[in-house]
């Protein structure tokens, strides 16, 4: 008899619904925040979802500051002008605003300002986490403007390391943001690529998680709803900005799969995850990319489950239905079927594929995929994503 043994988390509180962003003085004031740095990228903090946020905050006389400079792929140098804005403003809490980027550096300030380590230090490895002052930790509200990473709900974040150009995870329970205002009308604004994009991560999280071993049904009933919520509801959004309806689907959906994915990512992520460090490439767009070739190399080990999933979200034909429905949604959101489609002008010689399989085979979702990754599994994964061989 197999043992059962394992280890559960859940996410936070949530304010969920539209018009919810109007709390957000109110869950500043529930955090014991008074005076917080406003987290945000550059694209966001010249549209007038910020000033009008910002507004709310001017109105309740809450002192804040403004820090937008994050990479699409956030670096540590990112980091480090960030703690000195945050250090300079005497803040004494971060306001997390927009998509997975903002998010994961949001929380890094919160985390990193007050220790004296390098981040390096926390890496997600073992229990490296315990070498943090969690003491000087500072509280987090999340204000998700995308439906993807679903950061918004994690004790993670992403941070590119600049020179080994690789992706760290970096991880501590603290992390995990005090309050959540997911507010549906704040995803309206995003064009369809980045729509298509992040709604495709969601995806990866769920269905990764669903398939990663490991004993945790919670997380797979959260995976299995949230695959169906995206399926549903990433083309409605994607064809309509403004369906409020598809668009909360699609916010509930990326909430879960960041909490379904504490049982684990696999290779979709693995691969993404050093192209997107070597590429800048958009994170979610490239989990799309890689989604069916990674779904082909694990059928052995998941085509059982797969047909559950299919049978759940309506769809005919087993693992076969739920691949070619998987395949539909990519060309409906016009999703690149290759890398050098994805990534234009793409050269890759043998050195830099093998740099690739590397970086793959370490990468801390690796682990998670529920046929070993090895490297000429990695080299044969990159090789069929590079050519289009399913």
């Known amino acids: 008899m197999t043992t059962l043994f394992s280890r559960w988390n859940y996410p936070t509180t949530v304010r969920f619904g539209a018009g919810r962003i109007k709390e957000l003085p109110e869950a500043l004031a529930a955090t014991g925040i008074a005076r917080p740095l406003f987290v945000t990228d550059p694209g966001l903090a010249r549209l007038p979802v910020v000033a009008s946020t910002l507004k709310l905050l001017d109105e309740a006389k809450v002192p ?12 540590e140098s ?58 000087k930790i500072v509280p987090i509200v999340a204000v998700p403007t995308t439906a993807g990473t679903g950061s918004e709900v994690g004790r993670a974040a992403v941070i590119t390391h600049e020179a080994s150009h690789t992706k760290k995870v970096i991880f501590h329970p603290k992390m995990l943001p005090a309050i959540v205002i997911a507010d549906p009308e704040l995803t309206v604004g995003m064009p369809p690529f980045i729509t298509a994009g992040t709604g495709m991560d969601a995806l990866a999280h769920c269905l990764e998680a669903y398939c990663a071993p490991g004993y945790h049904p919670m997380a797979d009933g959260i995976a299995v709803e949230g695959i169906r919520l995206v399926l549903e509801n990433l083309p409605k959004a994607y064809a309509d900005g403004t369906d409020l309806t598809a668009r909360a689907h699609m916010m509930s959906a990326a909430a879960m799969g960041a909490t379904a994915f504490q049982k684990g990512l696999g290779a979709i992520h693995s691969l993404s995850h050093p192209i997107g460090a070597l590429y800048d490439t958009h994170h979610g767009m490239t989990n799309a990319v890689f989604m069916p070739y990674v779904l082909a190399f694990n059928r052995p080990a998941i085509e059982e489950r797969i047909a559950r999933l299919a049978a759940y979200c309506g769809i005919a034909g087993g693992y076969d239905g739920f691949v070619a429905a998987v395949m539909k949604l990519r060309g409906d959101l016009k999703v690149p079927n290759t890398l050098p489609e994805f990534i234009k002008g793409l050269e890759m010689d043998e050195a830099r594929k093998g740099l690739i399989a590397d970086m793959a085979i370490v990468d801390p979702t690796a682990g998670g995929n529920p046929v070993e990754l090895t490297r000429a599994a990695a080299l044969a994964l990159l090789e069929n994503a590079l050519a289009g061989s399913l």
Do not use: C
């Open 78 to 135: 990112n980091l480090t002008a960030g703690i000195e804005v945050f250090k300079a403003g005497g803040h004494d809490g971060v306001i997390v605003f927009g998509g997975g980027s903002a998010l994961d550096l949001g929380k890094l300030i919160a985390f990193q300002a007050h220790q004296s380590r390098p981040v390096w230090d926390f890496e997600d490895i073992g229990d490296w986490w315990t070498r943090a002052d969690a003491s």
């Open 64 to 75: 804040y500051g403004v820090f937008s400079e994050v990479k699409p792929n956030p670096v």
